[in-house]
């Protein structure tokens, strides 16, 4: 079909056509045949888009395993694996002796993903069930460095998948090209090859982005390809950001952005004023930010399916009057991070000065900035027979010139 | 202690010692008294109310009649409840003292843990106090101080005796400041005590630190409306009037830099913040009532929102921004 996406049209249907990565195939299809007594699971690791997965399922089918698999999307609590997973592993299904089918393959994809309070328990779910199970285990993961995964990994025959190389990517993509009746300057394939560093997937879908039927694919065209993966820094999203003409073109660039959210909020409020000088659109895009801001706040640290509304907001306080943008000089330190920087040791003082208030006059430390602080900077500013209040108060010559100093609040 | 009694702070050093003398909460020390005279039957306390109305000074002087004035300090633990780091710091401390002062003294067979700012505490704090109480009931009882009792969790409420203490009356906080007055040797005038008195707002504390520094200022002569005016207006939150006055001018930067000043220097949280804010607003002569009103229901939308939102400096500056907005808009069609 016309429409459909090439990278499923032309994924690989056996283990020869998965491209690269041959000595990996190698150990991956020996441990599946089962040739050297070994451990019970694998674990695939390395880059995004070099065919990890599309390995799994290939060589599962030709060495005739029903693959039993569950990846990032399911919620991998403790319960949920083990409602899926016990019984594919404990026994190996009825039409073992009737049919071709050899066994069960349980195939865990993005096991990295398992954090924090969604999958409570899930490594060491899989951990009990690598320990009790009749049929072979595999993994996938982008990332192994991670703490949780130390228990898991002793576990487990480790495979290291690397970068797809250049070359053998730009063999695919002619290939394609080929079977789509698509003409290319050979130099674009290869700029498509370069950018997509090492990602068969991203390269195919660059690839089919940028094609079109009865046109010549040009090095020209390749431009438009953004740099994948680009850091792109806490200063040039602000600078698009404040830039853009319409929420698509703010919310691109906000999900492009590797700027940290909470960074990023804080960073947005600092520069709002100089973004919009009129008070009518300044107090309107604020607003904006503040509900970004509360729907941050009902994120927390579990309901991430709700940052999509702290971005629509964000987007939305983008765009408050596209037409008034002119560029304006960015404060990208934040100043809420720089002012208590700087007023750490005065703060420090006053703290310090309520404790010991709290302590002689039986009041919370709050309470002492309140309602003494106010009136003892008075006192002390009349520098008469201040003396015995200072020593009372075991209060240091240091905390005393703050203190005879200090503006109120 | 070789110091001259004269030039401490004057809250400490006039507060009552003896039940008979808290400022105007005579309902409340009569009950107490019933408590006094058989020790063995006395409840968990907990005392709520507005600040400087004598709850604190009330446990106190429960302490002294409890355990005597030589030993009282031995028996008695005073925690402020938002000041130590958490409730295992609270636990922990309860703990080692309760277990120190067992089988205290005479005929109190408890020591007395004084908590202070209860409702300052959280949820999970509560119910971990809740559990304190009861396991250390045998040889503890508590005073629970909050300002207001709905803070806290039901269970611990059932468990205390609860008292109520009332806004103090004006007349006997004048007096009490005419007390302090003459064994201070300080001459104020009527006029000087009722104004200190108004703006106190019957917070006892209040007054009489506003006392001791218009002495301070007048050094010996005497204390009239005008320096009590000077000291309340040196007093009063002059950097949040400044950032308020700036904003309903239209000039949010600068009133958002003022706002980084407080932050900075006192590290105030956007509640208190806006606790500041809405008293100022009021004060402000040069806006009309129904204008006061409109402000009045922005800081409300955004006191809402920095509950529920994650970083109370952005709330507080769409709060600055919103009245720049209405204020430019007030400024040019005047």
Not at chain 1, 6 to 20: C, L
Not at chain 2, 69 to 90: C, H, M, P, Y
Request: proline residues 3%; charged residues 25%.
């Amino acid at each position: 079909m016309k429409n459909d996406l090439w990278v499923e049209k032309y994924r690989p249907t056996t283990i020869a056509d998965v491209i690269g990565n041959e000595e990996a195939k190698t150990l991956f299809v020996e441990w599946l045949e089962n040739k050297r007594p070994t451990k019970k699971a694998v674990l695939l690791y390395g880059p995004a888009g070099v065919g990890k997965t599309t390995l799994v399922n290939v060589a599962g089918n030709e060495y005739k395993f029903r693959i039993i698999e569950m990846n990032a999307s399911d919620t991998r609590s403790e319960k949920a694996i083990n409602r899926v997973a016990t019984p594919a592993t404990s026994f190996t299904g009825l039409d073992k002796f009737s049919s071709e089918i050899k066994g069960n393959l349980l195939f865990l994809d993005e096991v990295d993903g398992i954090a924090g309070n969604e999958d409570r328990g899930g490594v060491n779910a899989i951990i009990k069930i690598i320990e009790n199970t009749h049929t072979p285990i595999v993994m996938a993961a982008n990332d192994i460095d991670i703490e949780k995964l130390r228990p898991l990994k002793k576990l487990c025959v480790l495979i290291k998948f690397q970068q797809t190389r250049i070359p053998l990517i730009i063999m695919s993509l002619k290939r394609i090209c080929e079977q789509e009746n698509i003409t290319y300057e050979f130099e674009a394939l290869e700029k498509i090859a370069i950018n997509s560093q090492g990602d068969v997937r991203s390269a195919i879908n660059d690839l089919q982005g940028l094609s079109e039927e009865g046109r010549t694919l040009t090095e020209q065209d390749t431009l438009a390809l953004g740099h994948r993966n680009k850091d792109i820094s806490m200063y040039d999203t602000l600078k698009n950001y404040f830039a853009a003409k319409n929420t698509v073109e703010a919310t691109n660039i906000l999900s492009y952005s590797t700027v940290e959210c909470d960074d990023l909020l804080m960073s947005i409020g600092d520069n709002m004023s100089k973004r919009y000088t009129d008070p009518t659109k300044l107090a309107e895009a604020y607003n904006y930010l503040s509900l970004s801001d509360v729907f941050r706040g009902r994120v927390g640290t579990e309901n991430w399916h709700l940052l999509k509304y702290v971005y629509n907001n964000l987007a939305q306080a983008a765009i408050v009057d596209p037409e008034s943008y002119k560029p304006f000089e960015l404060v990208t330190p934040p100043i809420r991070v720089i002012t208590l920087f700087w007023t750490k040791p005065k703060r420090t003082l006053l703290t310090n000065i309520c404790t010991k208030i709290g302590t002689q006059c039986h009041t919370s430390k709050h309470e002492a900035k309140m309602l003494f602080i106010p009136y003892l900077r008075l006192m002390l500013q009349q520098k008469k027979n201040t003396s015995t209040l200072i020593k009372w108060l075991k209060l240091t010559p240091e905390e005393v010139t703050f203190l005879t100093g200090l503006k109120m609040f | 202690m070789a110091i001259n009694e004269e030039t401490l702070m004057w809250v400490e050093k006039y507060r009552p010692k003896n039940l008979k003398d808290v400022v105007d909460q005579h309902d409340i020390v009569e009950s107490l008294k019933a408590f006094m005279r058989k020790p063995k039957a006395m409840p968990h306390l907990m005392f709520a109310g507005i600040p400087g109305t004598g709850k604190t000074t009330t446990a106190l002087c429960i302490a002294r009649e409890l355990f005597g004035t030589q030993n009282w300090k031995n028996f008695t633990l005073e925690l402020n409840a938002s000041d130590e780091r958490g409730i295992d710091t609270v636990r922990e401390r309860v703990k080692d003292f309760s277990r120190y002062s067992r089988g205290a003294f005479g005929d109190v067979p408890f020591a007395l843990i004084i908590l202070d700012e209860c409702d300052q505490m959280t949820g999970p704090a509560q119910t971990a106090l809740r559990r304190i109480m009861e396991t250390s009931s045998r040889t503890s009882r508590f005073i629970l101080i909050c300002n207001q009792s709905s803070k806290i969790i039901e269970p611990i409420q059932s468990r205390c005796a609860i008292f109520r203490f009332s806004r103090l009356d004006r007349t006997a906080m004048v007096e009490h400041l005419r007390d302090i007055g003459k064994k201070e040797n300080v001459n104020a005038s009527s006029e000087a005590i009722w104004r200190i008195v108004d703006y106190a707002e019957g917070d006892l504390r209040h007054a009489i630190n506003a006392l001791q520094t218009a002495a301070a200022y007048k050094d010996g002569a005497e204390v009239d409306e005008k320096v009590v005016s000077q000291i309340i207006g040196e007093a009063s939150p002059k950097q949040v009037q400044l950032m308020l006055n700036k904003a309903i001018n239209g000039d949010f930067i600068e009133a958002r830099r003022v706002m980084y000043d407080i932050i900075g220097i006192y590290g105030f949280t956007g509640a208190e913040i806006i606790r500041q804010m809405q008293k100022e607003l009021f004060k402000i002569s040069y806006i009309t009532p129904e204008q006061k009103a409109e402000f009045s229901n922005i800081l409300g939308e955004y006191d809402y929102r920095l509950t529920q939102g994650a970083n109370s400096d952005l709330q507080l500056s769409a709060l600055l921004a919103q009245f720049a907005r209405v204020g430019k808009a007030l400024g040019d069609s005047s």
